[in-house]
């Protein structure tokens, strides 16, 4: 089994919080990691994909919260939204960390249930598909070189081989595992359609959904661009209010994220236009019926996959590193880009710039050069990956790293 870089993050919180929801996109290997989870702490485990424990707790939510006694793992509590408020009562009467682990394939925040329910009382953990770092057996440690600026002296890497095929496979377990990339089609034609036509609906409450899947194509070819809802509802020829709704189911699926804008105003924040990524490259590239040679001759279509895949790389890290930290995008009307901005609560703030080619220049880094200027000493370093081999500094707290250096660090 890979191990699950998350893992350590899941039993902290177990030790002191009584529940932890492990929250995620299906298919992402949260069972398997609970079960394992279970095993490792003496928890009992449940599963509500089981139709009988789904009966069971849905006939008599207390009774069935009343019966657990012990620690006890609850795998796909989206099912049984009527368990909230007796998790939350067993929870008030004898509140013990590490009493419910909860999984779900439904983001938290569509389930004001769960959210009122449990406020104050639950922890919640991310779980991506599989991030580099994690397929190579590594740590992920590239957030924190990247706080402290460890690349002076650091050893260079190899060139990103094969970068195409890692982007077209992404990182969802099932797809990771089928060596055939007809047979990895397969398997994500099978995944779209059933959280499209399932997941997405039983959400929504409604039928009629028909949209959605080109309106995933839409954003799918627009990812790493910043998002103009006004022109994708056009272009999907759905009324603005509901290409709002549907992006938001999209979301809470964990099939799209929005990376927010950057700003040091920090009201600025949330009126600036964020950037859409889908959460996956591999997802994307399916969606977009590209494979790895399609990637390997069109450049612009590579680059915005590439700067996918790294942000999704930040995304994962950053769920098990510390301290936590923020991620965010950078495009000022006076032309400055940054790809993506990490920011600590304390203040403390570096940047990452993504390039696709082998080589680079002075220009690559104008928009790492211009927030180091105007943060200062917050600002602790700036990198522009790119598939060369050579760590290269490029003045003051600036570096040329390898994209490598992003899952073997």
């Known amino acids: 089994m890979i191990r699950r870089n998350i893992e350590p993050a899941i039993l902290s919180a177990l030790a002191d919080t009584p529940v932890v929801l492990l929250n995620g996109a299906r298919q992402t290997g949260k069972t398997t990691l609970a079960r394992s989870i279970a095993a490792r702490t003496g928890a009992r485990y449940l599963s509500f994909d089981d139709a009988a424990t789904l009966a069971l707790a849905a006939a008599d939510p207390a009774g069935f919260i009343a019966g657990l006694t012990e620690r006890v ?10 368990l909230f408020p007796a998790i939350k009562l067993a929870v008030d009467e004898r509140r013990r960390p590490g009493r419910f682990l909860l999984t779900g394939s439904a983001s938290v925040l569509t389930l004001p249930r769960l959210a009122d329910s449990l406020a104050g009382r639950m922890e919640i953990v991310p779980l991506f598909p599989f991030s580099a770092a ?23 890497s ?5 970068i195409e095929a890692r982007l077209a496979c992404g990182g969802y377990p099932e797809a990771v595992r089928r060596q055939s990339s007809q047979r990895r089609a397969a398997w994500f034609s099978s995944y ?15 039928d009629g959904l028909v949209a959605l899947p080109s309106l995933l194509r839409l954003l799918a070819a627009r990812t790493s661009g910043l998002l103009n809802l006004a022109d994708v509802a056009r272009d999907a020829g759905l009324p603005h209010a509901t290409a709002t709704r549907y992006l938001a189911l999209l979301e809470s699926v964990f099939m799209v994220h929005r990376l927010p804008a950057w700003s040091e105003n920090l009201g600025r924040r949330l009126v600036k236009s964020p950037k859409l990524h889908l959460i996956d490259s591999g997802l994307a590239c399916h969606v977009l019926g590209v494979d790895a040679r399609r990637l390997a001759g069109d450049r612009p279509l590579l680059g915005r996959m590439l700067e996918t895949f790294v942000v999704g790389e930040l995304l994962k890290q950053r769920s098990w590193s510390e301290p936590r930290s923020a991620l965010y995008h950078l495009r000022t009307s006076a ?15 570096a940047g990452v710039e ?16 211009s927030l180091r200027d105007q943060l200062g000493e917050r600002f602790m370093a700036g990198v522009v990956l790119y598939s060369g081999h050579h760590i290269v500094p ?15 660090a």
Request: cysteine-free.
């Open 73 to 82: 793992v609850l795998d796909e509590v989206q099912k049984a939204p009527a």
């Open 134 to 156: 994690e397929l190579a057996g590594r740590r992920g440690g590239f957030l924190a070189r990247l706080f402290s600026g460890r690349f002076a002296g650091a050893r260079s």
């Open 158 to 162: 190899p060139p990103a081989a094969g």
């Open 192 to 206: 779209v359609s059933t959280i499209l036509l399932r997941d997405v609906r039983d959400l929504a409450r409604v």
């Open 335 to 349: 032309g400055v880009e940054v790809d993506a901005i990490i920011e600590r609560p304390d203040g403390s703030v």
């Open 354 to 369: 993504v390039k696709s080619s082998a080589t680079a220049g002075p220009d690559d880094f104008a928009g790492l050069r």
């Open 394 to 408: 490029s003045g003051d707290r600036l570096w040329l790293v390898p994209l490598p250096a992003l899952w073997t």
